[in-house]
């Protein structure tokens, strides 16, 4: 398969990686990661090590090829841009794979691209930027993928078997949106206390008032998320959510690696959201908006 992977960060570099093992894999990233990838290979190490020779450029004007397979893996805040870039190096037969954060990113997708040709997936492995041209696999865990028909189409499934046959563990979902409602109720509360203590995400369950305040959190936003037909159980979610930063507990959120590096966070695309659907609904979120007044600040970004 011929694949670009549009956000060569941490996620976007461990899966990339991977996949060229058996696929014809460019990546697509930042000016820094992309000279040290070009001149010495990318290097994963942790739960996964090796080192591959993969092209790496800045700029989707520069991939050599039409991709069967489109991976989006940047920032929220980023996605239009990019989508905007690469329409010029896709066509009619070209799969667009969402595999990001945040609640917004499909809606921006479907202005550029045919709703039928546009798939989205959520992944629990874990990665940390280390510095360019090194990526720490830091977590195994599984990854899902639909279409936002929730049919099993050919298209799903050939992605679904381009990854598994690199070993990236890869399951069909039936109903994706439902799972990315899910994730962001996770991180809505993971990603913003983890970067406002700049703490590993295991910090919280060792810290009562914030175990605490995780619960809270999960039940303002799963109120929110049952606007948009999603009716999850708050305690359940809250377990969920307990389970994730056990499982995780060494790990540093991708929200608090970003303010680390200088970057922009997704905190609007994740809390941001909920407050403003909730806002919508005539649902009170004063968790979710203190999260993104905190974070906002934190990282210098206009409110």
């Not at 190490?45 to 991939?63: D, F, M, P, R």
């Not at 809270?216 to 307990?242: R, W």
């Not at 922009?264 to 004063?286: A, L, M, Q």
Request: net charge positive.
């Amino acid at each position: 398969m011929n694949i670009v992977i549009f956000g060569a960060g941490a996620i976007g570099s461990l899966f990339g990686a991977i996949l060229s093992k058996k696929n014809n894999v460019i990546l697509v990233g930042r000016k820094d990661h992309v000279k040290i990838i070009n001149q010495n290979g990318l290097k994963i190490y942790g739960k996964t090590n090796l080192k591959v020779k993969i092209k790496a450029v800045e700029s989707a004007k520069k991939v050599t090829f039409t991709p069967n397979i489109l991976i989006l893996t940047v920032k929220s805040y980023d996605t239009e841009n990019a989508i905007k870039q690469a329409v010029d190096i896709i066509d009619n037969k070209t799969v667009v794979l969402s595999l990001q954060n945040g609640l917004d990113n499909i809606d921006v997708l479907k202005k550029y691209v045919d709703c039928e040709k546009i798939f989205a997936g959520v992944t629990t492995h874990g990665a940390y930027f280390k510095k360019p041209g090194v990526i720490q696999h830091t977590g195994f865990g599984d990854t899902i993928i639909g279409g936002l028909n929730r049919k099993k189409t050919s298209q799903v499934t050939s992605i679904i078997d381009v990854f598994n046959k690199t070993n990236i563990k890869t399951n069909f979902s039936p109903n994706i949106m439902r799972d990315i409602w899910v994730k962001a109720i996770v991180n809505s509360s993971i990603n913003p206390l983890t970067t406002i203590f700049e703490c590993k995400n295991g910090y919280l369950t060792k810290n009562p008032v914030l175990t605490g305040v995780v619960e809270k959190i999960c039940n303002e936003s799963c109120a929110v998320a049952k606007t948009q037909g999603f009716s999850f159980s708050s305690q359940e979610m809250f377990e969920k959510t307990m389970d994730v930063i056990r499982s995780t507990s060494d790990n540093y959120s991708s929200m608090l690696q970003s303010i680390k590096r200088g970057k922009k966070s997704e905190i609007d695309s994740i809390n941001g959201i909920i407050v403003k659907i909730g806002g919508k609904f005539k649902i009170d979120t004063p968790l979710n908006k203190t999260l993104v007044l905190l974070v906002s600040r934190q990282s210098g970004e206009s409110i």
